[in-house]
């Protein structure tokens, strides 16, 4: 997992213009993410993704290699982060040893190298505390199973 979670970060770069300017919609996710592959495969250096086209890229890289995980939605919720109350997407991956989250976004520095401070920690600790998930992100099994319950919420249906 680690070695995905480092190359996702390697071979993208977040795009802040499509997050500020408020065009990050569904027609720009689905862009972003069908392309995030093709632009790596033919070895660009100016692929630009979105945190759903990171948590995306994550879970087909996941998927491949025969891993449980899940791509999901929620939003933040804790006022001190800078970007409060905004929609995001990121991982649910399951270690063999319980379920932990992954958010590969969060872990781009952009400017260094990948962070871990999102790779595969428990739900309720630290930021990762401070989400909410989409009871139509996960499956009833799982939610009931790993989620804590008091960080399930409705979708909201507003795009990021």
């Not at 997050?19 to 392309?35: H, L, M, P, V």
């Amino acid at each position: 997992m680690t070695y995905f979670h480092n190359k996702i970060i390697d071979s993208f770069r977040y795009n802040h213009a499509v997050y500020k300017d408020g065009t990050s919609n569904i027609d720009a996710r689905t862009e972003y993410t069908a392309s995030a592959l093709a632009l790596e495969v033919a070895g660009t250096d100016d692929a630009y993704i979105v945190c759903s086209g990171y948590a995306q890229v994550f879970q087909a890289l996941l998927n491949q290699a025969g891993i449980e995980s899940w791509y999901v939605t929620g939003n933040i919720i804790d006022p001190s982060i800078s970007v409060y109350n905004s929609r995001h997407a990121w991982n649910v991956v399951n270690t063999g040893e319980g379920w932990t989250a992954v958010d590969v976004t969060w872990d781009d520095s952009q400017s260094g190298p990948a962070g871990t401070e999102f790779l595969m920690v428990p739900f309720d600790q630290g930021r990762m505390a401070s989400r909410t998930y989409d009871t139509d992100s996960l499956p009833a099994n799982v939610i009931s199973g790993i989620v804590p319950e008091h960080m399930v919420h409705e979708n909201t249906g507003l795009f990021f």
